[in-house]
């Protein structure tokens, strides 16, 4: 994170802020947890700050980035290549409805419940160079929802899923319920072009559980009445690096201009 924060600009100033902003934050849902909606003083006390930055937090108004399971183009995007994997035929669709014949437009339509047009989803669509239009038609470009050409997209998909990955974790080691699904498998030693083939073969086999995951959710989901609340997220990931050349790199210094006078 710290790395992503001076790739950005970010200085100390603004990283210990955002610190005070999530410790009040967690402060607050600790005390919740408990059934007592907590005062300046409480979460004072929990985090060791002043009473002045709590109430700044408090009185702050948030502009929070978009919360990527609740995106018109995600839903769209993942219904139609459940489709597509289906029927690879549908990877090129009429945008508008024709009779009975699958369209961009029903696709939209049904992943977004109507709620949003679905010209406005193929715009954004095409936009984030996922989706070509031309001619009356629109052909799929991704595998997934990455918004690689949009950092504030890319930013929030990256806080939800560090944010879940973590929060099994959390779980896990506080034992406070049931263990949650989270395990590594780890190798050190080999090449990285070995590295870039197990990397290949894990994407692979994720495509196939994607797509199964996919539909079991879309399942549930359509089944469940307007109360159910429950919310889930399933991962993989995958990180290799050249551990000689990080090593190397992490050994370099600065160097530094003599203090003496000639």
């Not at 031309?134 to 595998?143: C, D, I, K, P, Q």
């Not at 083939?197 to 307007?226: G, K, P, V, Y």
């Amino acid at each position: 994170m710290i790395r992503l924060a001076l790739a950005l600009g970010l200085k100390h100033a603004n990283l210990e802020l955002m610190l005070r902003e999530l410790l009040i934050d967690e402060a607050r849902r600790a005390w919740l947890a408990k059934g007592v909606e907590p005062n300046l003083s409480q979460i004072s006390v929990t985090t060791g700050l002043n009473r002045k930055a709590v109430t700044a937090k408090v009185r702050e108004s948030e502009e929070p980035l978009p919360h990527t399971e609740m995106s018109a183009a995600a839903k769209t995007l993942t219904l139609w290549l459940q489709m597509s994997t289906d029927d690879p035929a549908l990877l090129s669709l009429p945008i508008a409805a024709e009779g009975e014949a699958a369209s961009f437009e029903t696709v939209a339509r049904h992943a977004s419940r109507g709620n949003v047009h679905h010209r406005t989803i193929l715009d954004e669509l095409v936009r984030l160079n996922m989706a070509t239009e031309r001619a009356g038609r629109v052909e799929l470009n991704a595998a997934g929802f990455v918004p690689a050409t949009d950092l504030k997209g890319m930013l929030a998909f990256l806080g939800d899923n560090a944010r879940d990955h973590l929060l099994a974790g959390v779980a896990n080691t506080l034992g406070a319920s049931a263990p949650l699904l989270e395990r590594s498998v780890f190798a050190t030693g080999i090449s990285v072009e070995d590295c870039e083939r197990i990397h290949q073969l894990a994407r692979q086999r994720w495509s196939a559980l994607h797509h199964e995951l996919t539909r079991e959710m879309t399942r549930a989901f359509e089944a469940a009445d307007n109360t159910a609340s429950g919310r889930i997220r399933v991962g993989i990931y995958t990180y290799y690096e050249d551990a000689a050349e990080v090593a190397k790199a992490s050994m370099a210094t600065p160097s530094k201009k003599s203090d003496r006078k000639a």
